[in-house]
């Protein structure tokens, strides 16, 4: 069964060029010329990833991100001619996993979605029994210990399952593999991005602050996901 995805974009001749390409390529594509009807369609076309501009009128890309962020955890790229940092920053908190700046090339689009496909491939949603099953305690706190069960791609606080996005999901992995070392901004971008990602490096600064709000005991003096000033991130077991 092919995917499915959903182009958000109100340029006509952009939106048909994805879509021929995406078909190329297998996807099974619905369309939206608006953020109206991208937030009216989401739930009735029922996309496995979407693409979103983010110049999209009186409700815009970053809108668009929110309001399906709210009830759906699927993998979003931002294709935008926006370049700005705080425009890329703005975008990934929103929830964003990609961003790709126009023009663009459909083979980096469609390279980007590959990556996003095998980084979906270890995070199965909603695997049956997750919450019985083994895995890497990050935090033993005895009222809620925080653990990683990489078999079925969840991370439970407790009983209860942190809803973490893809990218949230990958960046924890990777400093879990190797508790107490530092990681590099750039270092983590290769890893979690795979393909790379050729703009500022503090998206992933963004995306750490994410994971914070999600795993730590207190966001605001974060213990576990552990900032080294000038050389990266390092996680250390509570």
Known sequence: MSLRIMIVEDDDSIRTALRWALEDEGYDVAEAASGEDAV???GIAAPD???????????????VIREVRRAHDLPVVVVSARADTQDIVEALEAGAD??????????????????????????????????TRPGVVLDHDPRAPLVL??????VYRGDQLVPLTLTEYRVLCELAAAPGRVFSRQ????????HGFFGDERI???????????????PGNPRLVVTVRGLGYRLDLQ
């Open 49 to 63: 990833m979407m693409i979103v501009d983010l110049m999209l009128g009186s409700v815009d890309g970053f809108t």
């Open 149 to 154: 069960r990489e078999a079925s791609g969840t």
């Open 204 to 218: 992933v600064d963004v995306h750490v602050r994410r994971l914070r709000t999600k795993v730590e005991r207190d």
């Open 40 to 42: 009216r369609m989401v």
């Open 187 to 194: 270092a983590l971008l290769e890893r979690v991005w795979e």
């Open 98 to 131: 990609d961003y790709v700046t126009k023009p663009f090339q459909i083979k980096e689009i469609t390279a980007r979605l590959r990556a996003l496909r095998r980084r979906t491939a270890v995070v199965p949603a909603g695997a049956p029994a997750a919450a």
